[in-house]
């Protein structure tokens, strides 16, 4: 009776720990679903730059009120500083484009493509870790890259205003985005892996305010914050707080808890709640030939993620 009762306990607490990781990867889901809405509608009063800054700012602000408490009791890693440089390089640059975006195309459109950075992490973790190389004989992993491509392709290629530069400058933005989104994600992993999620997305953070600040100061236009009404500021806290601080903070903890596979996938299907929210708001449509290649775009990136099962120790 014993033994029953032990593994009882234990299907409870892994029920639990599921439940909660299942929670948090949706509550994920929405969070990252609606921060490009806020991103678009901040187009109008603020230029790419001061909102960069203002929403990481105010994530940081709020990720600092919660990282004081482990500062104080020592149980943050002082080492964190040191490692966190490297992996805000990426980062920098990757707000910049992610942010800029908005500025040249439609939220769903900037999320789709976005979703190619799953390709980019698995063909940069194949040279930076030796134990990822086996990915090149993954026949699973050549048809995610085909499939993924050839979304990406057909997304682009029917969208109406194709040969529009605007709309190029946009495009351009996303998949430099998406490279650097997989530049950062692998370089968290090679630099940040034995740190605590936390505390490691904290001091990333406070250095990309910190660049974001310099790049603003550079070329923004720092007036304009007097300019926003309450309204907008709201939109601001809004997004830093959803999108950034609590978004990636519940992403780190479904990923504690499950590992990073069924969360990644579960995020794919983001294109989608974004498209609904901006066809809502800003009137956003796709054609259903562009929809039809985002649909295999996006089921190229889960048969990516899924190729990393190949890596498994045998």
């Not at 870790?129 to 990915?135: S, V, W, Y």
């Not at 910190?210 to 603003?216: E, G, K, N, S, V």
């Not at 609904?276 to 449509?285: A, I, P, T």
Request: with cysteine.
């Amino acid at each position: 009776m014993a033994w029953m009762s032990a593994g009882f306990k234990k299907e409870t607490t892994w029920s639990r720990h599921y439940g909660a990781a299942v929670a948090a990867t949706l509550a994920t889901l929405i969070c990252w679903s609606i921060g490009p809405i806020f991103i678009k509608a901040l187009t109008n009063c603020l230029d790419s730059f001061m909102q960069n800054l203002l929403r990481y700012a105010f994530a940081c602000c709020l990720l600092a009120a919660g990282q004081m408490a482990r500062i104080r009791s020592g149980r943050f890693e002082r080492q964190v500083w040191r490692k966190a440089i490297v992996p805000a390089i990426p980062n920098v640059l990757m707000q910049t484009c992610w942010a800029a975006a908005f500025y040249y195309a439609q939220p769903g459109l900037v999320s789709m493509l976005s979703k190619t950075s799953v390709i980019w992490v698995a063909m940069l973790s194949m040279i930076m870790f030796q134990e990822d190389r086996r990915l090149a004989s993954s026949l699973r992993f050549w048809s995610a890259l085909c499939m993924a491509a050839i979304g990406a392709f057909g997304v682009l290629y029917f969208k109406p205003d194709f040969a529009a530069s605007a709309s190029w400058l946009g495009i351009v933005l996303i998949l430099l985005e998406a490279i650097f989104s997989g530049a950062y994600t692998v370089s968290i992993k090679r630099y940040l892996s034995s740190v605590a999620s936390s505390s490691a997305f904290f001091a990333v953070s406070l250095y990309t305010t910190l660049a974001l600040a310099i790049l603003a100061t550079a070329f923004g236009r720092p007036g304009q914050v007097l300019e926003l009404t309450w309204l907008q500021w709201s939109y601001v806290g809004m997004s830093s707080a959803l999108a950034i601080a609590l978004g990636h903070t519940l992403y780190y903890a479904a990923i504690k808890r499950i590992g990073p596979t069924i969360p990644a996938l579960v995020i794919l299907a983001q294109p989608f709640g974004v498209l609904v929210l901006s066809w809502v708001v800003f009137g956003e449509r796709m054609t259903l030939v562009q929809m039809i290649f985002g649909v295999v775009l996006l089921v190229g990136a889960a048969i990516g993620i899924w190729s990393r099962t190949d890596l498994a120790p045998e």
